[in-house]
């Protein structure tokens, strides 16, 4: 069966760090780019990193730039978001999927991350 699980989330103070974990199983993550995305209550989902399954070029919108960081770990067949300097509009349900456009792939059921003091 394939399936993608997140993990990671919860509830951190503004400027805290949470680090999203997307494991796989069922098939190899290294043969996919993955996204991450995120969609807040009312707001329309947004692609938020990705990373692709050959050279590991990434990708980041530019409302996280220089604070979310994406990683694989094909040995764990897993990929990573850490992200740092977290603020309250990072609020939001975080998916990882096997596709970097959001039209497609497999996806995740998603992890909460709740950014507020």
């Known amino acids: 069966q394939v399936q993608l699980v997140e993990s990671g989330g919860g509830l951190v103070q503004p400027g805290g760090s949470l680090r999203l974990s997307c494991a796989a199983s069922?098939?190899?993550?290294?043969?996919?780019?993955i996204g991450w995305f995120r969609q807040a209550p009312g707001k329309e989902r947004e692609g938020v990193s990705c990373?692709?399954?050959?050279?590991?070029?990434?990708y980041y919108a530019d409302s996280v730039k220089g604070r979310f960081t994406i990683s694989r770990d094909n040995a764990k067949n897993t990929v990573y978001l850490q992200m740092n300097s977290l603020k309250p509009e990072d609020t939001a349900v975080y998916y990882c999927?096997?596709?970097?456009?959001?039209?497609?792939?497999?996806w995740g059921q998603g992890t909460q991350v709740t950014v507020s003091s």
């Open positions: 990373i692709s399954s050959s050279d590991g070029s990434t």
């Open positions: 999927a096997t596709d970097c456009s959001g039209s497609g792939g497999s």
């Open positions: 069922g098939f190899t993550l290294d043969y996919y780019a």
